[in-house]
């Protein structure tokens, strides 16, 4: 069964230097997301992306956040000047069909733990 | 965003049926309702989802009370594997972005 990847698996970051997650969503995909996850608590949705656009962001996705397809296979997530509390696990997700569409299940890879120093 | 109440947490023994409930008194009538998993160190898996009508496939059933205000997912075993936080998600019917609003869930602990 097709799977969302994910890289690396854990990324260690200086405070204040730049960060980039990578995943490749599912290959017929067309809806992706991020969500994040610091320990111990809920996973919390940041941005979702169609048609090479964000189609909604969440107050968490502030301008140190940006995403982007630079192909027709990689999703990427970038955090500009990291801070501590940007400490968390990143998921990323893709859905099938245009529209996320309510009955459409989201596919997760496993994540990339994110440690700043 | 309707919001759904969970128990922090449930045990079953091994082979056993779990019942796994949901309350969403504030549901609208397009919100579906879909259910995910985490298991440790893993990210969340799709389990279950439905509108009205009660849903069975390979992994779980569900159970949609008729006012829709709460559901129920039903493992019909459990095993070890199913261990995990379970989440109970409403998504909007006129979401275009299908963003999930994930809640503290439900610990599943299986003993053997």
């Known amino acids: 069964e097709p799977e969302v990847t994910q890289t690396p698996s854990h990324q260690v970051t200086q405070m204040g230097q730049e960060v980039i997650l990578r995943c490749v969503p599912i290959s017929n995909h067309l809806y992706f997301y991020w969500y994040r996850q610091i320990l111990g608590q809920k996973v919390e949705f940041l941005v979702s992306?169609?048609?090479?656009?964000?189609?909604?962001k969440s107050e968490i996705f502030d301008d140190q956040f940006s995403v982007e397809r630079p192909d027709g296979s990689n999703f990427t997530l970038k955090i500009r000047s990291t801070k501590l509390e940007d400490s968390a696990m990143y998921f990323c997700a893709s859905t099938r069909n245009r529209g996320g569409g309510s009955n459409q299940p989201q596919h997760f890879g496993d994540g990339t733990r994110l440690s700043i120093l | 965003d309707a919001k759904t109440t969970q128990p922090n947490s449930m045990e079953s023994n091994e082979e056993e049926p779990v019942h796994l409930p949901c309350n969403h008194s504030t549901i609208s009538g397009t919100d579906y309702i879909h259910w995910y998993r985490q298991l440790p160190s893993q990210g969340p898996e799709y389990v279950i989802h439905g509108l009205t009508s009660n849903v069975n496939n390979r992994m779980a059933s569900l159970a949609i009370a008729e006012d829709r205000k709460s559901s129920t997912l039903i493992l019909h075993r459990a095993t070890l594997r199913d261990a995990a936080v379970y989440y109970c998600i409403l998504k909007k019917g006129s979401s275009n972005t299908g963003k999930l609003i994930f809640g503290q869930g439900t610990t599943l602990q299986v003993k053997p």
């Open positions: 992306f169609y048609n090479n656009e964000i189609s909604e």
